[in-house]
């Protein structure tokens, strides 16, 4: 069973288009994450969070939109694609570190492509 | 401001060989983690080695260690024996006590083991 899994693993589409990226984890942890990994490599975090409740926003365009029906649950819909959107999107879990590492788990990737 | 600093270019390292990655990182915070991950060319994110602002003994697991040196701020990662399946983009992160739970991740360091 995959513990982190995000869907779909490649989406191309037009400038313009709206789409969405679904994640899910199995692990009981109550921390969700977006992370965005551009052409370079860098990660950076998008969104967080923490039992459903919206913890880190970082600066992101409105256009991104994270929902979290559920701790098990988060979900990265962008409006308006640009050529800017097009990198590698990390969904990642972790538990709240008391007394553990409290690493993060990563989902596979999403691979946006942006035409 | 960039609070994980890696700064190596691309390396190339002989198969059975060690090699040290630099990783140093900036915070106020009393408590904090430190962690590595390996990205191999397939794009998944592998959880490597963790090291708590506290430990008193640098984190070992396998063939990997961490050389922290708390006072220079630096948390090196030592891979023994390299395999050529080591080669890879690896990643150091820290999360701060007042971080939100967010990993900040370091630019990455990419090796490629030669046989």
């Known amino acids: 069973d995959t513990a982190v899994s995000q869907t779909p693993k490649y989406l191309v589409t037009q400038m313009g288009n709206d789409k969405s990226i679904k994640c899910e984890q199995n692990l009981g942890h109550d921390t969700m994450y977006w992370y965005k990994q551009d052409s370079k490599k860098f990660l950076k975090i998008m969104f967080s969070?923490?039992?459903?409740?919206?913890?880190i926003n970082e600066t992101v365009p409105n256009r991104f939109s994270p929902k979290s029906p559920d701790k098990a649950h988060l979900n990265l819909h962008i409006n308006s694609l640009e050529l800017g959107d097009s990198a590698v999107y990390f969904c990642?879990?972790?538990?709240?570190?008391?007394?553990?590492?409290?690493?993060?788990?990563f989902g596979e990737g999403s691979r946006l492509t942006v035409l | 401001a960039q609070k994980i600093t890696q700064t190596q270019p691309g390396m190339f390292v002989q198969e059975k060989e060690a090699v040290t990655l630099d990783c140093t990182y900036d915070t106020s915070d009393p408590s904090y983690g430190l962690f590595w991950y390996k990205q191999p060319s397939s794009g998944e994110m592998i959880f490597l080695i963790y090291?708590?602002?506290?430990?008193?003994q640098n984190a070992t697991e396998g063939r990997y260690s961490l050389n922290f040196q708390k006072a220079r701020k630096s948390a090196n990662l030592v891979i023994s024996a390299s395999q050529l399946g080591d080669s890879a983009m690896y990643f150091c992160a820290m999360r701060e006590l007042y971080g939100n739970n967010r990993l900040a991740f370091g630019k990455g360091n990419q090796v490629v083991v030669i046989p």
């Open positions: 969070y923490n039992n459903k409740e919206l913890i």
């Open positions: 990642a879990s972790s538990q709240t570190p008391s007394g553990g590492t409290g690493e993060l788990f």
């Open positions: 090291q708590g602002s506290y430990d008193q």
